[in-house]
């Protein structure tokens, strides 16, 4: 376990993996879909959108209807290219307008949100990586894991920084802190005991290949990319992460919608633009497949304070080189609406039933019942 | 053990004991054989388990003299907690500043913006710092406990409200009323300006609703997902417009704003204003629910079964939601002692932190602590939505797990910061600071955005990035991509980190602690007082002041083994070993390091 190299041919080989990844990407709080493929050709649009409305000249312009918000010009360019997918009017049956509610359902894909169930995640890594010898198969990488990655037979590894991604105590000591069996008669010690081994055995390959990551694309700072960055990172060492989450904040737009809007999309566009450019230095990075969702889009008529109220139908992104990109369901009315929202026309678990194909996972079993996987991949 | 732990009684506690206690008509020395009076098991882990749930727990000796008095002395004294509690006075006195403001010119305002903002922040870490002392020193610590529980659950965030006077006040409603009547409280959330601001209900107007206020209000202040509809949302919605804040942050109700209609919330039909609903929310069963559930399940760490749910919220809402005599039947269920309850909740961090302070009876600066827990998300006045935070095993993760373990070295002295982190000789970690000051200035000369630190408090940076104030809001956003994280104790680097820089989450810790930290411990002196001659008392003495909870004998064997091979290691019998502080304080400081970042230390 010296050496990437070493733990790859000792843990990851054998099973005839396709070192394919996937990355997935959470615009918390809800992201407008209105004001990231901006409808700039329906004059609804333009009346309902009067304070938070994108001029049509700034728009990077998909077709005579819809385009990209001005500070997604890499995203933009990129499509052009192939390689992105836009996902319009996704959602899911009766939408719940709670962001923790709606989150739940995204991240167990199960509508009645988390009822004992694990993440979605969890159950793909449970069902397609079933022994346990790699606790870092799903990774989350920042603060505040999603439930998605729950589980409770493969719980993901954590980490912020990868700096103080191990125990920095005595050496000596370390053993003594997860010798203990899983017999204590304490179901929780029992899990934390199995949270401090997988840290333990994780820490010391992750560290090894993050810390000393170099590339020459330039990420920009902080959120999200530094996360993206060593994400980057664990693709390409082919340490055997399968899923790699990150999670963005900030789009909870209720108000000032036309000034924080933008200053997300701009910072997004920015960190995945670099990531994007990144993975392409090696095998195992052109088979990435990156995913961005919101729990929700927002309201189609601005409220009174320059922002949006919680909605129902968004716009997700499927990136990298396995995409087969274009534009993927249709743009939903903006009059025909479910109770002032948008009615959704792609369920969302369409996208992850293929998005678990391409990780070589049964959707029907992961999900509990059969989605016709939407050809993004 | 217990001679030295009677010190660390405060004196108030101390003092409380004679307080009358309700139908007990016994006196503190009389009671001390009828504990089978109750069917409360009561014994050393009941005991500790009342303090961690009930406060932030207690040293083993406190513990033992706790059990000498009967369960319900010990919760009315809980209950009455400390009357002497003087909460620092702040001035709301920003108005000066922000007329003046309005004259200056562009960067001016920019400078002047940043320096407010920077003021600001320090007052609310100065708050919150008075805040987290009082649980360190425990004099009123339900009253704390349950603050937490209610900041969390009227979760209000900094970096939305951007004014530290708001939240103080909204903290001080929460206080106040901690074991008063949640009736009140939730009157008071509708009309409080944090609340409004955070909620956007200054904008929510007749004609042009904004929901957020009326969703959250129901969805978690109140009644919780599914016990409402999204039409009555909107009704409630209408109900509280007007309900606003003037631009000084003070609450104003603006009738124009107000839609006068009637509107049909829950099945019911009425000119509904902001107080109506709140009467008409409290009526629903749904409601006595959810805060019922809600108290349980934090306490606890479990959710309770639907008998207990129904049997506990039919009595709040007997009591007109007074949450006194709520948790003294609570504190007193022989149920919350039950076996799947007891050392089965993963501390947060502020519990872990202060809990270890306290055990470890080490003197810490709550700044150092704050510091700490938002490292691990745990940040005070900023909790990570409007949901406040997930509590219980949602606290760990394998990197959550590992980086408690690395604070408490920190704070024991036991991690070598400048060899781990191969800082180069020449440069002290501790003075990072300067470094980034001088950085600092150095770019406000070029550029004249940044502004200068001119002193070390933890959130100098942060300030920079702050772009709007309150109604002083230009809307420029031409910062330096700080405005997502920016919070009170989360620092952002002035300059490109340096490859050898330390990560943020030891270097915000380092910075908080100041180059004078030094852990003041002394376990060779605690150990010698309490006469643990042998490997096995020693560890045993340390396992059990340490941990809030009694640890399984597997791990105490691995624990000995351990530290027997260390003291073997440098030498010493056990007999000699206490004698040579120089050498055995190290090595028990080093136990103390591993038994802290134990699984078992993450549970209370």
């Known amino acids: 376990m010296a050496t990437p190299g070493v733990s790859l041919s000792m843990l990851g080989g054998p099973r005839g993996e396709n070192e394919r990844t996937l990355v997935l990407v959470e615009f918390k709080g809800g992201n407008d879909g209105l004001s990231t493929i901006v409808p700039f050709g329906d004059d609804v649009y333009h009346q309902v959108r009067k304070r938070t409305r994108i001029e049509p000249k700034q728009v990077h312009r998909i077709d005579e209807y819809r385009g990209f918000a001005p500070g997604l010009k890499a995203l933009s360019r990129r499509y052009a290219t192939g390689k992105v997918a836009v996902i319009q009017g996704v959602g899911y049956p009766n939408p719940n307008l709670s962001h923790f509610k709606s989150l739940e359902i995204w991240h167990t894909a199960d509508l009645r949100g988390r009822a004992g169930n694990d993440g979605w995640v969890g159950r793909l890594s449970a069902e397609t990586w079933p022994d346990r010898d790699l606790p870092e198969r799903t990774i989350h990488i920042g603060p505040e894991a999603p439930y998605s990655l729950a589980s409770s037979t493969h719980p993901p590894v954590a980490f912020h920084s990868p700096d103080t991604y191990r125990w920095l105590g005595d050496r000596d000591a370390e053993a003594t802190l997860d010798d203990g069996g899983e017999d204590s008669g304490s179901s929780v010690l029992d899990r934390l005991r199995g949270v401090m081994r997988d840290a333990r055995s994780s820490s010391e390959r992750i560290l090894s290949v993050v810390r000393r990551y170099e590339t020459k694309v330039d990420y920009p700072g902080a959120d999200p990319g530094d996360a993206l960055r060593n994400a980057a990172a664990l693709i390409h060492s082919k340490l055997g992460c399968r899923v790699i989450s990150i999670r963005v904040g900030g789009f909870d737009t209720h108000a000032n919608q036309v000034f924080d809007h933008p200053d997300r999309m701009r910072k997004v566009d920015a960190a995945l633009d670099a990531f994007l450019t990144d993975l392409q230095r090696s095998e195992a990075g052109k088979k990435t497949l990156v995913l961005a969702y919101s729990e929700f889009g927002r309201r189609v008529r601005e409220n009174g304070s320059g922002g949006t109220d919680h909605g129902k139908a968004g716009v997700m992104f499927a990136m990298g080189e396995p995409v087969k990109g274009g534009l993927y369901g249709k743009y939903p009315s903006l009059t025909d609406l479910d109770d002032s929202d948008l009615r959704f026309n792609v369920d969302f678990r369409r996208v992850y039933a293929s998005a678990i194909r391409y990780m070589g996972g049964q959707d029907e079993v992961v999900l509990g019942q059969r989605f016709e996987p939407l050809k993004i991949v | ?604």
């Open chain 2, 1 to 604: 053990m217990s001679r030295r732990i009677t010190l660390l009684v405060p004196a108030a506690l101390l003092g409380l004991l004679a307080l009358p206690s309700a139908g007990l008509g016994v006196s503190a020395e009389a009671t001390q054989t009828e504990p089978q009076e109750t069917s409360i098991p009561w014994n050393r882990r009941t005991v500790e388990h009342l303090y961690n749930r009930a406060g932030f727990g207690v040293r083993a000796g406190a513990a033992a003299k706790a059990l000498r008095r009967t369960p319900e002395e010990v919760v009315e004294e809980l209950l009455s907690g400390s009357k002497a509690v003087e909460p620092p006075y702040y001035q709301q006195g920003t108005t000066v500043e922000m007329a003046a403001m309005r004259a200056m010119d562009r960067s001016d305002k920019r400078r002047a913006r940043a320096l407010w903002s920077r003021d600001d922040r320090a007052q609310l870490l100065d708050y919150s710092s008075w805040w987290v002392d009082r649980m360190v020193r425990h004099d009123d610590p339900l009253r704390d406990r349950m603050s937490l529980f209610w900041h969390g659950l009227f979760a209000t965030n900094y970096q939305t409200v951007k004014r530290s006077y708001d939240l103080i006040e909204q903290h001080r409603l929460i206080r106040e009323n901690a074991l008063g009547s949640y009736s009140d409280l939730l009157h008071g959330i509708v009309k409080d300006p944090a609340m409004i601001a955070f909620l956007d209900n200054e904008k929510n107007r007749k004609g042009a609703p904004n929901e957020n206020l009326a969703r959250e209000l129901m969805e978690l202040f109140s009644l919780g997902e599914g016990h409402y509809t999204e039409d009555d949302v909107k009704e409630v919605a209408r109900a509280l417009t007007g309900e606003s804040r003037d631009r000084l942050g003070n609450y104003v109700y603006a009738g124009r704003y107000h839609d006068g209609g009637r509107k049909t919330i829950l099945g019911e039909t009425d000119r509904f204003d902001a107080d109506g609903v709140v009467d008409l929310i409290l009526r629903q069963t749904a409601c006595s629910r959810y805060i019922a559930g809600r108290i349980i399940t934090y306490l606890e760490g479990v959710e309770p079964d639907e008998v207990r749910l129904a049997e506990y919220a039919a009595w709040l809402k007997r009591h007109d939601y007074e949450i006194e005599p709520f948790l003294r039947k609570l504190l007193l269920d022989p149920r919350f002692y039950r076996e799947e309850v007891l050392a089965a909740r993963v501390m947060s961090p502020l519990d872990y932190y202060v809990g270890l302070t306290r055990r470890l009876s080490m003197n810490v600066d709550s700044k150092v602590l704050i510091a700490a827990a938002a490292q691990l998300d745990q940040r005070l006045f900023d909790p990570p939505s409007v949901k406040g935070w997930d509590e219980g095993e949602a606290w760990i993760t394998t990197g959550s797990l590992l980086q408690r373990g690395n604070t408490t070295g920190i704070l024991l002295g036991t991690i070598d910061v400048r060899a781990t982190f191969q800082l180069k000789p020449e440069r002290d970690p501790f003075e990072v600071d300067t470094e980034r000051r001088r950085a600092a200035a150095e770019a406000q000369r070029r550029g004249g955005e940044a502004v200068g630190d001119e002193n070390t408090e933890p959130m100098d940076e942060a300030g920079m990035g702050d772009d709007s104030m309150g109604g002083m809001d230009d809307g420029s956003m031409d910062d330096g991509g700080m405005s997502m994280g920016d919070t009170m104790m989360r620092t952002e680097p002035a300059a490109d980190d340096a490859k050898d820089d330390l990560p943020k989450e030891i270097r915000d810790v380092l910075r908080t602690m100041g180059p004078s930290y030094r852990p003041q411990v002394n376990l060779n002196y605690r150990l010698r007082r309490m006469k643990t001659k042998t490997d096995a008392k020693i560890v045993g003495a340390l396992l059990e002041e340490l941990l809030a909870i009694p640890v399984p004998e597997d791990t105490r064997a691995r624990v000995l083994e351990h530290f027997r091979a260390e003291r073997e290691r440098i030498g010493l019998t056990e007999e000699g070993l206490l004698k040579n502080p120089e050498l055995a304080e190290p090595l028990l400081r080093r136990l103390a390091h591993l038994i802290l970042s134990l699984p078992e230390a993450q549970l209370s």
